[in-house]
């Protein structure tokens, strides 16, 4: 009920062509009763008394009285299906923007393709139960009433009939439309699972091929797809069932409607005109029922649909914004974590930590594979909130300030590079109106300007699905541009130039250099070039900090950094030329 009443909220707003669609369909429904009505005479005047003025007008109101009814349909059909198209509109709208304000662990926990479904599949139901069934449903159920009118008006006795065997004929519909509804329910969850394998196995061909896992795909999908085959057959059973069950209700009522409507003719005490118009109003009354009980099938299906949908508008954000928030201004850029501690689910990764970066500061943050490097940077923009300690930013607990001030005041080159399907133009300056100017110096800094201009149609190339037009290095410089296009008081870069060769990154080095004036950066590397000229290089281990200092202290003492050196940089080194090697060993 909650359900129904939920979706009725959201064609409020439409309210006025809501009226006129219902106003329509009273008048188409009249006009249908009125036809079985209209039995009566053409059965009395015409085949009885053979009336032959009564043969030119009836007719002439048979044709007069479809027409009406056709005008009044195709205005019903119109508005009717105006409303359920906004309401669908708006619905996906909502669930597009809740699911936008979800935090990055939502995204972890909840696979691509079951967001997409959500998105797609399950509104698409929402769309045909509000447009097509609640239409149809109210359609039927005014026909049924003015059915019924014409009904009684005629013989009120063989009424009872139909009133006696009506609620047998409600029953199917309402038992069988609970059990669709948890099947419904368990359909589109198993679609969204489905569409999530699509979206896995699709997105990773490249590894699949590599595999060779065709044929292990194959079979699993072979599973998946027989799951859906039965789930599916279940509904198909219910469905095949309420059919039959209805007619044959329907056929006990028309045998009894014979037999004592035919004895009431026979003995003189009704007209056969009367009779047929109770019969034709009765088998018309049929066609209703029949699709009510059909329609109800699809409303169940949209609500099922739509609970899915609502879970996904009504989830509540982890990560959310004080309704007191104020904007941080004039950012300095110093950065306080204070016995921040975090963990993922069940996974702590890191336990109590305190830094303080100071404004302008350029801070190297090193150490082994998944020790959580990026799950440290991460915290600053609130990717994930921090599960106790205090996290600053020029002295404001980032609780306090509104998401957006934050985030725009941070700029990211992350690990794995994502670029939109959409020009590298609108990719750079992303979100903001491309200043030509500042968008070459960008491009120029991060030595992307020269490859951009050697696409085919240079900065207006589109960077194509998940970019794969572009090779990884190229799309990184792409994201460095970006990051530098974004031009904000804090940079992060997260391994920003793993994917560059070695003259590129030392190139992009430079650039950085250039660009870390004046910023606090955070420089997350595996490399030695890229940390040497750090203030501060800071080594995490265990979820802590356990080394602090420059590369040169930091060689000078037994620990971890040296064993990283020695393990980790010293290859990398020995291919480039540092000038500090030297000194080193
Ligand atoms: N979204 C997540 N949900 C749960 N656990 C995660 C998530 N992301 C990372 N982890 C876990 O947290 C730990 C730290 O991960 P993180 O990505 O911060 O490591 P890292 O130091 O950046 O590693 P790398 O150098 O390989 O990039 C890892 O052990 C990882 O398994
Ligand atoms: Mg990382």
Redesign the pocket.
């Known amino acids: 009920m909650d359900l129904y009443l939920r979706l009725i909220k959201f064609a409020l707003p439409y309210k006025t062509r809501l009226i006129l669609a219902m106003a329509f369909m009273s008048l188409c429904s009249g006009a249908q009763s009125l036809s079985a009505y209209l039995v009566k005479p053409v059965m009395d005047y015409i085949f009885v008394n053979k009336d032959m003025t009564k043969l030119y007008i009836i007719p002439g109101a048979v044709v007069l009285l479809f027409l009406i009814k056709g005008i009044f349909e195709y205005l019903q059909g119109y508005f009717i299906g105006y409303v359920g198209q906004r309401v669908v509109t708006d619905i996906r709208e909502l669930v597009f923007r809740s699911m936008q304000k979800q935090p990055l662990s939502f995204f ?1 926990k909840t696979p691509t393709g079951s967001n997409i479904s959500r998105i797609v599949n399950d509104t698409a139901l929402i769309q045909s139960t509000v447009s097509d069934s609640v239409a149809a449903i109210l359609k039927d159920i005014l026909s049924i009433i003015g059915l019924i009118a014409v009904a009684i008006h005629m013989e009120w006795k063989l009424s009872l009939i139909a009133f006696v065997v009506l609620p047998f004929s409600i029953y199917p519909i309402v038992t069988f439309g609970k059990r669709l509804r948890k099947i419904g329910f368990n359909l589109q969850r198993y679609i969204a699972r489905l569409t999530s394998f699509l979206h896995e196995t699709i997105t990773g061909q490249r590894i699949v091929k590599a595999f060779s896992m065709e044929e292990y795909e194959n079979k699993r999908f072979v599973v998946e797809n027989e799951t859906l085959f039965r789930i599916v057959m279940k509904r198909t059973r219910i469905r095949a069932l309420s059919h039959p069950v209805m007619e044959v209700i329907g056929g006990v009522a028309i045998g009894a409607v014979i037999l004592y409507g035919g004895r009431e003719v026979i003995l003189g005490n009704s007209t056969p005109g009367t009779f047929f118009s109770f019969m034709t109003s009765l088998i018309m009354l049929y066609e209703p029922i029949k699709k009510l009980n059909k329609e109800n099938h699809n409303i169940q299906q949209g609500l099922a649909a739509s609970q899915r949908v609502f879970e996904l508008i009504d989830r509540k954000p982890e990560v959310q914004e004080k309704p007191d928030a104020r904007n941080l201004e004039n950012v300095q850029g110093v950065i306080d974590f204070s016995n921040v501690s975090f963990r ?2 069940d ?1 702590m ?1 890191l336990n109590n930590i305190n830094l303080r970066i100071e404004k302008n500061e350029i801070l190297a943050v090193v ?1 082994k ?7 440290l940077v991460n915290l600053i923009p609130r990717f994930y909130d921090i599960t106790s300690g205090r996290l600053e930013v020029d002295g404001n607990d980032i609780h306090d300030i509104t998401l957006d001030s934050l985030r725009r005041n941070i700029a990211l080159v992350t ?1 794995d590079v994502i670029l939109f399907n959409d020009t590298i133009r609108s990719n750079i300056a992303y979100g903001v109106e491309p200043d030509e100017e500042r968008l070459f110096e960008a491009t120029r800094m991060a030595f992307a300007h020269d490859f951009i201009l050697k696409l085919p149609k240079g900065y207006d190339t589109v960077a194509g699905e998940k970019g794969v037009r572009l090779s990884g290095g190229q799309k990184q410089r792409i994201a460095i541009a970006r990051a530098l296009y974004k031009n904000a008081p804090i940079l992060i870069l997260d391994e920003a130039t793993s994917s560059l060769d070695a003259q590129s990154e030392i190139e992009v080095q430079k650039a950085f250099e250039n660009l870390m004036k004046g910023r606090t950066t955070i420089i997350i590397a595996h490399r030695l070039s890229t940390i040497i000229n750090a203030h501060r290089i800071i080594v995490l281990d265990k979820g802590a900090i356990v080394q602090e200092g420059t590369h040169t202290s930091l060689m000078e003492q037994e620990g971890p950094y040296r064993k990283l050196y020695e393990i980790q940089f010293k290859a990398g080194a020995r291919k480039k030329v540092i000038p500090i090697g030297k000194k080193v060993s």
Do not use: A, H, N, R
Request: glycine share 22%.
């Open positions: 972890d993922y689910d996974k990764v150490g594979s998944g020790v959580g490097k990026t799950t690990q």
